[in-house]
């Protein structure tokens, strides 16, 4: 019960006769393993809910065997079997129809599926290609670049500015405020 990094404290106080254990170093160590015991799950508290076995509030023997009860807890309208044989069909389906379309694509496909030494299935997929764009989207991008107006940058920021007076935020680098004309920014005192 006493590990190697608690022997000095619980057998070897020097205000205790030698060969006696210190009792409040010895609790503490056993406190200490208790809660990791607890932590790791190699212990439980039966009334606790958070240190108690999960596995102890799973159904079993005549609990589980009560089918309705379950299936309108799980909001199932049909028996488990059943629901189960479903989802197992619609899983099958979901990995046949990748395979049959890699089947069909043959050798030009750029995914392939390799079973490996282990049995475990690996998915290799090689750098795709762009795709090209559909004549919709050339489209739509011509007759937005037409609408846009013909401005410079600086045009733009200060007509932006008119509406918002954003560059009053703005403050040059000196500390000093910058002045904004229609001619561009200069500094307060200067004679440009």
């Given at each position: 019960?006493?590990?190697?990094?608690?022997?000095?404290?619980?057998?070897?106080?020097?205000?205790?006769?030698?060969?006696?254990?210190?009792?409040?170093?010895?609790?503490?160590?056993?406190?200490?393993?208790?809660?990791?015991?607890?932590?790791?799950?190699?212990?439980?508290?039966?009334?606790?809910?958070?240190?108690?076995?999960?596995?102890?509030?799973?159904?079993?023997?005549?609990?589980?065997?009560?089918?309705?009860?379950?299936?309108?807890?799980?909001?199932?309208?049909?028996?488990?079997?059943?629901?189960?044989?479903?989802?197992?069909?619609?899983?099958?389906?979901?990995?046949?129809?990748?395979?049959?379309?890699?089947?069909?694509?043959?050798?030009?496909?750029?995914?392939?599926?390799?079973?490996?030494?282990?049995?475990?299935?690996?998915?290799?997929?090689?750098?795709?290609?762009?795709?090209g764009e559909p004549k919709s989207l050339t489209w739509l991008r011509k007759r937005v670049e037409k609408?846009?107006?013909?401005?410079?940058?600086?045009?733009?920021?200060?007509?932006?500015?008119?509406?918002?007076?954003?560059?009053?935020?703005?403050?040059?680098?000196?500390?000093?405020?910058?002045?904004?004309?229609?001619?561009?920014?200069?500094?307060?005192?200067?004679?440009?």
């Open positions: 019960m006493v590990p190697s990094a608690w022997r000095k404290a619980v057998y070897a106080n020097p205000d205790l006769a030698q060969g006696a254990v210190d009792r409040d170093a010895y609790v503490v160590c056993v406190l200490e393993q208790l809660h990791r015991a607890l932590d790791n799950r190699d212990m439980f508290a039966s009334p606790s809910h958070r240190w108690s076995n999960p596995r102890a509030r799973l159904l079993d023997g005549p609990d589980w065997e009560v089918e309705e009860d379950v299936l309108a807890g799980l909001n199932l309208d049909m028996p488990v079997t059943e629901y189960l044989a479903e989802l197992v069909r619609g899983l099958d389906a979901g990995w046949k129809q990748p395979a049959e379309r890699l089947e069909e694509a043959g050798p030009a496909a750029k995914v392939s599926i390799e079973v490996q030494d282990d049995g475990r299935v690996k998915l290799n997929v090689d750098k795709l290609g762009a795709l609408m846009l107006p013909k401005i410079d940058l600086p045009d733009l920021l200060f007509a932006v500015n008119a509406w918002t007076g954003f560059l009053d935020a703005f403050v040059h680098l000196g500390d000093e405020r910058t002045w904004v004309r229609a001619g561009g920014c200069r500094r307060r005192g200067s004679t440009r």
